[in-house]
C-alpha cells in the first residue's frame, strides 16, 4: 500500500472518502492529487452521495409518496455506505454500474 497526501495508507483515505459522503469525497479530491485510488472513490463517493441528496431533496417535494421512495432510498444509501467503506478498507477498487463512469470523468476533470 502507498502513502497519500493525508499521510496514511491508501485503503484508509479511500475509506475515509466515505465517511461523511460527498463532503468527504469533493475535500479528498482537492487534497489528494497523485493516488488514484484514493482518487477515484473520492469521486465515486461524491457522485454517488451527492446524486442521493439531490434526490432526496428532490422527494421531500413529493407528498407521502416521496417520503416512503426517500425512506426506501436512505436505506440502500446506508447499504451501499457500508459496503464501499470496506471494499476500499480491503483495498479493493469496487466500481458501482454507471456511477463508476461519471466518477471516472469526475475524476480527470478536477
Given at each position: 500500500?502507498?502513502?497519500?497526501n493525508l499521510g496514511v495508507s491508501e485503503n484508509i ?98
Amino acid at each position: 500500500m502507498s502513502e497519500t497526501n493525508l499521510g496514511v495508507s491508501e485503503n484508509i483515505a479511500g475509506l475515509i472518502a466515505y465517511v461523511f459522503g460527498f463532503i468527504t469525497g469533493i475535500v479528498l479530491l482537492v487534497i489528494e492529487k497523485e493516488n488514484k485510488f484514493v482518487r477515484f472513490h473520492a469521486a465515486q463517493s461524491t457522485v454517488l452521495f451527492g446524486a442521493i441528496f439531490i434526490v432526496n431533496i428532490v422527494l421531500g417535494f413529493i407528498p407521502f409518496l416521496g417520503g416512503l421512495i426517500g425512506y426506501i432510498l436512505s436505506i440502500v444509501a446506508l447499504i451501499l455506505w457500508l459496503i464501499l467503506m470496506f471494499k476500499a478498507f480491503s483495498g479493493e477498487m469496487y466500481r458501482l454500474p454507471m456511477i463508476a463512469e461519471y466518477a471516472d470523468k469526475l475524476e480527470s476533470s478536477f
